[in-house]
């Protein structure tokens, strides 16, 4: 694990993982370097730090950011980088839709869609890397709330909340020629359903709106 970061990371092994859609039932290999991935996703307490703001409704500093755009997530990620005196990976153009990523920047960012399953995902082959309860929080067991990140059991690979909580921001355009902009969102959240988490399950959102289930969590390329 990566020490003297604003959040902890987790080294992430290279390897192969599968997606798939089920709306278009297509599937798809990608191969993975290594990379390193935060062991919780971004707390208001960080992103206060960096920002100055706390966007969302629900109140305290351990809990997942909720309420956060896209786009508020690309910028986050370069004045973040920045303040660590790295190398932000994003170019942002006027309007915010329209960003470019360096992959050769050594700054924080969002992870990839293959690289959010991958590291869900930590070796296992099912639905979820451990039972749902002891892992996540759905509907049914957070009481409808938010709870603080890292409270139930991470994966083999020491990383907590990938499923349950909050949905995540990936990098990944969901499907252009359909959805245009939207970008994905990965690993379910606090209000849903057993069935919305698992390591498969993608949704989608446009890059500018903010939802109180949705934050996400920092990647850096190896």
């Known amino acids: 694990m990566e020490t003297g970061t604003p959040t902890a990371m987790v080294t992430v092994p290279a390897g192969q993982v599968t997606l798939s859609d089920r709306r278009t039932r297509r599937s798809w290999p ?28 629900a109140r305290g500093d351990r809990l997942p950011v909720e309420g956060v755009s896209w786009q508020d997530a690309v910028r986050f990620c370069n004045t973040l980088s920045l303040r660590a005196g790295l190398t932000p990976p994003y170019r942002l153009r006027p309007g915010g839709e329209d960003v470019e990523w360096d992959a050769s920047a050594d700054g924080y960012r969002l992870p990839t869609e293959a690289e959010w399953e991958h590291a869900c995902r930590a070796g296992t082959t099912g639905a979820r890397y451990g039972p749902l309860d002891e892992i996540a929080w759905h509907r049914g067991n957070s009481g409808e709330r938010i709870h603080d990140a890292g409270g139930r059991r991470p994966n083999a690979w020491g990383l907590y909340d990938m499923l349950g909580n909050v949905w995540e921001w990936c990098w990944d355009v969901y499907d252009p020629e359909v959805y245009g902009a939207y970008r994905v969102l990965r690993g379910g959240g606090w209000f849903d359903e057993h069935w919305s988490c698992r390591a498969s399950v993608r949704r989608r959102s446009h890059p500018s709106l903010r939802i109180d289930d949705v934050g996400f969590r920092l990647a850096r390329t190896a």
Do not use: F, K, M, W
């Open 30 to 57: 990608v191969e993975l370097a290594p990379y390193r991935l935060a062991a919780v996703p971004v707390t208001r307490a960080l992103y206060e730090e960096v920002t100055g703001e706390r966007p969302g409704t």
